[in-house]
């Protein structure tokens, strides 16, 4: 039965909303340009949006392209949760620019409507809308401080790389639309599984291989990852953050609904081919970072690495495997968010580039020991130390393997997780040891009630779940079961 309109309009509040602020904003940089404003109705818009996914309704179709249920109402929650912290980031980071800020403002919204659409999405053209929306708005953000060559030349790399990763996505979708006749999520599944052995069983597979290759770029799985660190590494602090958590999120969340609906089981060959992709992100991710001093591109190298743990649910597809997949990104939001706010309020605007080499954060603990109190446990939480909700993401991942036994898979998780261990503790030792000629004497250096609001709230939230996760594994398991 088609719902009325009244309850599609109540379902899909939080992307009206959503809309709605990115409506308000252009109006008033338009009317009148205020920094502060601007930002503050901002961070109304993803508060207003966040509550809204609170509001119970059923599963609702708003059109044949979108639907609102439990599982999207939870990943747009995630999605302004994160959006709300970056923008207090932003606030400060701005604080010094020369040049207009309100505009970064109007991208962020866009981005984070963008994703929303994305994990709304149950066909191809909802699913490209809402990945090009949440891109074009990811290229402007990336390249804001346009005197800085480093930001510049991490958006026209993305810019240029991202656009061949969509065109080969949107490839693979026509190839199945010619052999199907569908691009609606559940009827393509199952038009796939009743013909999956008739002619048209090399389009079918090449399709789907074009598909994965397109997530495995948005997701910087290996060999698609080489994009990954030189784009985190250009881009604005705060930016970097919300594009290594919600654009991959959001992309991994709808991923899985995308394997959900169309109830496609992956071939043996495509499926032992990405065990291999990551087993190799893993392994790459983790190794890379080893060698590198600059905290941008470790945290890159870092995430590919994560991104192969998450790969291990979507392969083994047991009962705990969409939970595993809805807490690790949760898990990896937040303390990945943690990590760049770090470097966030260590940096600036101005010419210099970001305080991103690890030198800069030799003795910090002795100079600014408020950042140092939440970037040490977000890179311990990275690693999978206990009482952290990046432990709890780790064990997930690891009982959804052994549950379907796929013990090498869950070597995989165990190893990267130990030759992780090493570069993240590097980063926190180095932060206790004094500078040559420094006196370790105890400064709380000024941090603006922004970026403190934003740090207090991630580490509130690493370690309130970290030690009690039963409200947010709640709220993953409804979530999970509005996918079955």
């Known amino acids: 039965m088609t719902p009325s309109l009244g309850a599609q309009l109540s379902a899909a509040a939080p992307l009206i909303l959503m809309a709605g602020g990115i409506v308000l904003i252009m109006l008033l940089i338009a009317a009148r340009r205020d920094h502060r404003a601007v930002a503050q109705l901002t961070t109304l818009g993803f508060v207003l949006t966040f509550g809204a996914c609170f509001l119970a309704h059923p599963a609702t179709d708003l059109t044949p392209l979108l639907v609102i249920d439990t599982y999207a109402r939870f990943a747009i929650a995630l999605i302004a949760a994160a959006g709300g912290v970056t923008v207090p980031l932003l606030y400060a980071y701005l604080g010094h620019y020369d040049g207009y800020r309100e505009e970064m403002y109007l991208l962020l919204l866009l981005a984070a409507f963008g994703a929303m659409v994305l994990v709304c999405a149950r066909h191809a053209a909802s699913l ?27 958006g026209i790399k993305y810019l240029v790389l991202s656009a061949a990763a969509t065109a080969t996505l949107l490839f693979g979708f026509a190839l199945l639309y010619a052999a199907t006749g569908s691009l609606h999520f559940a009827t393509l599944g199952s038009i796939l599984q009743a013909a999956s052995a008739g002619d048209a069983r090399g389009l079918v597979l090449a399709g789907l291989a074009l598909i994965w290759a397109g997530f495995a770029f948005k997701l910087s799985l290996v060999p698609f990852h080489l994009w990954t660190a030189d784009v985190l590494e250009g881009a604005p602090a705060p930016v970097a953050g919300f594009l290594a958590t919600v654009s991959k999120g959001a992309v991994a969340l709808l991923l899985l609904r995308w394997l959900d609906a169309t109830g496609l089981a992956l071939a043996p060959g495509l499926a032992a081919a990405l065990a291999v992709v990551a087993a190799l992100s893993i392994l790459v991710g983790n190794l890379a970072a080893l060698q590198h001093n600059n905290l941008k591109r470790l945290l890159a190298y870092s995430s590919i690495a994560h991104f ?118 590097r980063v926190v030792v180095v932060q206790f040891l004094p500078k040559p000629g420094m006196r370790p004497e105890g400064q709380w250096s000024e941090m603006s009630i922004a970026s403190g609001v934003a740090l207090a709230l991630l580490l509130a939230l690493l370690i309130g779940f970290g030690v009690w996760p039963q409200p947010l594994a709640a709220g993953i398991g409804r979530a999970a079961a509005a996918l079955h």
């Open 128 to 154: 490209l809308l809402g990945l090009e929306t949440m891109g074009v708005a990811l290229f402007g953000m990336i390249a804001y401080p346009v005197r800085r060559k480093r930001p510049l030349e991490a």
């Open 308 to 425: 192969g743990y998450l790969l291990v649910p979507f392969l083994v597809l047991g009962a705990t495997a969409h939970e595993a997949v809805l807490f690790y990104v949760a898990a990896y939001t937040v303390m990945t968010l943690g990590c760049f706010a770090a470097i966030a309020v260590m940096s600036g605007s101005e010419a210099h580039d970001d305080a991103d080499h690890l030198y800069d954060y030799r003795g910090l603990f002795w100079r600014r020991p408020l950042v140092t109190s939440v970037f040490v446990p977000m890179l311990l939480a990275q690693a999978g130390v206990p009482l952290t909700l990046g432990f709890l993401a780790k064990f997930y991942v690891l009982t959804a393997a052994v549950e379907r036994h796929a013990w090498w898979l869950a070597l995989a998780v165990v190893v990267g997780s130990a030759i992780g261990l090493y570069y993240y503790l």
